[in-house]
Structures are given as structure tokens and as C-alpha cells.
Nanobody, 116 residues
Framework: QVRVVESGGGLVQPGGSLRLSCAAS????????MRWYRQAPGKERELVAA????????TYADSVKGRFTIFRGNAKNTVYLQMNSLKREDTAVYYC?????????WGQGTQVTVSS
């Protein structure tokens, strides 16, 4: 059974940090590219960060470059999103996605709220 489970969301003040985790099971994690998306109320889902299967290449949305870092631990079947210098506009539900060729798996999302 495929499972993709995000955790680590919560309420944080502007300027603060959070680390999101995404634990995967039921598929060969090490061959899947992993991505973090987010969706704010009233907005479309957007790609935040991506990492290749071996973790060699990462890409980021312009809005998070220099503040967010995506990394993975293939031995633990987990991908992470370290978020620093959080802004109010980072408030959204964050989703983890696993992709390999035509196979696409999604988690249920974790809420991140940046507010004072």
C-alpha cells in the first residue's frame, strides 16, 4: 500500500523556522523525484521545491529561494523541507509529491500558518 505522509506543520511567527517531513512507503522511494507543493486559500497549487531521485539536483520557486531547502534521506524514505525566514505569504497547506514516469503519489497535506 502506497503511503505519503507529511508532518511538521504548525503556527510560527514571521521570521521563524519550520521543518516539514514527508515519509513514504509502498514504493521504491529512491527512484522517485520528490516535490513540495503548497496551496494558499483561493490560490492554485504551486511548486515550491523539487529534488531528483539521487538528491543531486534541487530546484526552487523564486519566492522561496535562499530561505527554503529541500533534502532527502533515501535510507529513511523521507524528504524534508527546511523553511527559514518565514513570511506571512508562506501560509498554505503544504503537500508532498512523489513522481516517477507516469506514477504520481500525493500526501494529504500539512498546514503551515505564519502569523504573529
Amino acid at each position: 500500500q502506497v503511503r505519503v505522509v507529511e508532518s511538521g506543520g504548525g503556527l510560527v511567527q514571521p521570521g521563524g523556522s519550520l521543518r516539514l517531513s514527508c515519509a513514504a512507503s509502498g514504493f521504491t522511494f529512491s527512484i522517485y523525484a520528490m516535490r513540495w507543493y503548497r496551496q494558499a486559500p483561493g490560490k492554485e497549487r504551486e511548486l515550491v521545491a523539487a529534488i531528483t531521485s539521487a538528491g543531486v539536483t534541487t530546484t526552487y520557486a523564486d519566492s522561496v529561494k535562499g530561505r527554503f531547502t529541500i533534502f532527502r534521506g533515501n535510507a529513511k524514505n523521507t524528504v524534508y523541507l527546511q523553511m527559514n525566514s518565514l513570511k506571512r505569504e508562506d501560509t498554505a497547506v503544504y503537500y508532498c509529491n512523489a513522481n516517477h514516469l507516469s506514477e504520481d503519489y500525493w500526501g494529504q497535506g500539512t498546514q503551515v500558518t505564519v502569523s504573529s
